[in-house]
């Protein structure tokens, strides 16, 4: 046992070394694609800001995927991140704040470092919420993985017990956005599908929460297909909102974040396939370099 205590002490000395203590950009992580609609808002509200986005591309989709190994495949990207100099990181992904932001928040911080931080997406989106909705009737469409966690239900019911919650599992709509089919007659079929599903099981909801960052492509398919009065709630403008007033209320970080107003992009997979979708959800060719998580 104290042959195993030397070995992951020298582990975690080797890991700490790696760490610069400079200033650096803040991290934005993302299984994918999705993530670049929260990185865009980021850059609109704090455009002074240095930013690195990471998409683990390679290994999409998370939603499918088990809890065991999102939290695995998120903690290799936020390590990695670290390793850019990130102080800060986002997770700009619901399924990775769903599955994996807990434990690394809890168990893997204070050994790597507790003076960095993680920070989810999902208790952003949740704080506003009863300022929203007149009925308390909240529906959250998202990933398989978002959806069978019930962390938006978890998070809501802590903030707002008089809010009910339900949720529907979107399997296709990740596919739809990714092969440009967000806004052709092929997407029709599977969001009414899953807008009725929904709203037919409570018709009391008010507001719909668009609990996957590729959802917000959908927007104007979506809205044909719901009835005028429901709200839908996209988490770009909250997410960014609330890292804004989190960098005000901790000056101590806001100093760790390099401020020269550019943004660098990394992939697991192809860069020249990143940079062609990239240009979907931020309206720009980005030049992308590729990395391997381990």
């Given at each position: 046992?104290k042959?195993?205590?030397?070995?992951?002490?020298?582990?975690?000395?080797?890991?700490?070394?790696?760490l610069?203590s400079?200033p650096?950009?803040?991290?934005?992580?993302?299984?994918?694609?999705?993530?670049?609609?929260?990185?865009q808002?980021f850059?609109?509200?704090l455009?002074?800001?240095?930013?690195?986005?990471?998409?683990?591309?390679?290994?999409?989709?998370?939603?499918t995927?088990?809890?065991?190994v999102?939290?695995?495949?998120?903690?290799?990207?936020?390590?990695?991140?670290?390793e850019?100099?990130?102080?800060?990181?986002?997770?700009?992904?619901?399924?990775?704040s769903?599955?994996?932001?807990?434990?690394?928040?809890?168990?893997?911080l204070?050994?790597?470092?507790?003076?960095r931080?993680v920070?989810?997406?999902?208790?952003?989106?949740?704080e506003?919420?009863?300022?929203?909705?007149?009925?308390k009737?909240?529906?959250?469409?998202?990933?398989?993985?978002?959806?069978?966690?019930?962390?938006y239900?978890?998070?809501?019911?802590?903030?707002?017990?008089?809010?009910?919650?339900?949720g529907?599992a979107?399997?296709?709509?990740?596919?739809?956005?990714?092969?440009?089919?967000?806004?052709?007659?092929?997407?029709?079929?599977?969001v009414?599908?899953h807008?009725?599903?929904?709203?037919?099981?409570?018709?009391?909801?008010?507001?719909?929460?668009?609990?996957?960052?590729?959802?917000?492509?959908?927007?104007?398919?979506?809205?044909?297909?719901?009835?005028?009065?429901v709200r839908?709630?996209s988490?770009?403008e909250?997410?960014a909102?609330?890292?804004?007033?989190?960098?005000?209320?901790?000056?101590?970080?806001?100093e760790?974040c390099?401020k020269?107003?550019?943004?660098?992009?990394?992939t697991?997979?192809s860069?020249?396939k990143f940079?062609?979708?990239?240009?979907?959800?931020?309206?720009?060719?980005?030049?992308?370099?590729?990395?391997?998580?381990?």
């Amino acid at each position: 046992m104290k042959r195993y205590s030397l070995i992951l002490l020298f582990l975690d000395t080797k890991m700490n070394k790696k760490l610069s203590s400079k200033p650096g950009p803040i991290g934005v992580f993302d299984s994918g694609y999705g993530g670049l609609t929260i990185l865009q808002h980021f850059r609109k509200m704090l455009p002074q800001y240095d930013y690195i986005y990471l998409g683990d591309n390679a290994r999409t989709p998370y939603g499918t995927r088990s809890f065991e190994v999102v939290y695995e495949f998120t903690l290799q990207a936020v390590n990695r991140l670290f390793e850019e100099g990130c102080h800060l990181v986002i997770l700009a992904c619901n399924t990775a704040s769903a599955k994996a932001l807990r434990n690394i928040q809890q168990k893997d911080l204070p050994n790597i470092d507790p003076n960095r931080r993680v920070l989810g997406i999902i208790r952003p989106t949740v704080e506003i919420l009863d300022q929203v909705t007149q009925t308390k009737h909240i529906g959250v469409l998202g990933t398989t993985g978002t959806i069978q966690s019930e962390t938006y239900n978890i998070e809501i019911t802590k903030l707002f017990p008089h809010i009910q919650t339900l949720g529907e599992a979107c399997p296709m709509w990740v596919p739809l956005v990714e092969n440009r089919e967000y806004d052709g007659a092929g997407a029709d079929y599977f969001v009414k599908k899953h807008l009725d599903s929904i709203l037919n099981r409570d018709p009391m909801i008010d507001t719909l929460v668009l609990g996957c960052t590729h959802y917000p492509l959908l927007i104007e398919k979506i809205k044909q297909y719901i009835p005028t009065g429901v709200r839908l709630l996209s988490q770009g403008e909250y997410v960014a909102n609330s890292l804004q007033h989190y960098l005000k209320a901790h000056p101590e970080m806001d100093e760790r974040c390099t401020k020269n107003g550019s943004s660098k992009f990394y992939t697991t997979e192809s860069v020249d396939k990143f940079s062609d979708i990239a240009s979907i959800f931020l309206s720009e060719k980005v030049e992308v370099e590729h990395l391997t998580l381990e």
